[in-house]
């Protein structure tokens, strides 16, 4: 199998829409967001939309679907309302993400090894509608078997346990998640999987994720959200590229 030099960056613009909602208004935009997000160099936008709409609303999706030149990667969990407005927009990507309501972000990776068979059903027709199917799952060898075997298209490894070790200087732990990500990320490019990776990634967490020569895709927002209030959007989006491209070099 080949490895693709230009490692993708996807924008995740939630957390503008967090902002915006804490007032209940109508900015900041996360769709102005997203689309200064496309001319500062992302290759894609993600956005989650969650049950309780807690930051994305349904009108969000509507606008991205519209003002987007680069795919939008819908995240949503696996439920047939999701399922739904998924079908009905048919976004270049759909990643299934474990969600629960008492969380404040997705700990975990969906346990694709325990649902196969209900999870195989629920991503058919978003394959047939013509939609990439990724699943966010933790940096294990039977969550990779199982996104396989149910025929997902990419799988995205959860990066939080290595970001959080290194936030709270656990090197020792922060070293031992890396090489599980590594390892684990060579193991689903075997099996013919796209490897994308996301999750808590900062400018100083990213370089050796982006190292990883499997991975084609690093999915980040809330970091560059916050970055942005002190550089701005496009200058924190512009140095999280170079990075990327400095490692991928
Ligand atoms: N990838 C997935 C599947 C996610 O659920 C999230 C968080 O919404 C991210 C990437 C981005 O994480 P962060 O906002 O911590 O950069």
Redesign the pocket.
Known sequence: MTYSEHLRL?V?I??VATVRNARGGATPDPVRAAILAQEAGADGI?A?LREDRRHIGDADIDRLMEALTVPLNF?MAATPEMQQIALRHKPHAV?I?PEKREER??EGGLEVAREENELAHFIAPLRDAGCRVSI?IAAEQRQIEAAHRIGAAVI?L?T?AY?DAHAEGRFDERDKELERLREMAQFAHLLGLEV?A????TYETVKPIAEFPEIVEL???????GESIFRGLSPAIAEMRRLMSEARA
Do not use: S
């Not at 996301?198 to 990634?201: A, C, I, V, Y």
């Not at 999915?219 to 959200?225: K, V």
């Open positions: 996807g995740n939630d957390h993600t989650h995240e990643c993400v972000t997705t966010f995205e959860h939080g970001c994308h996301g999750h808590g990634l999915n980040i927002g809330h970091f560059l959200i």
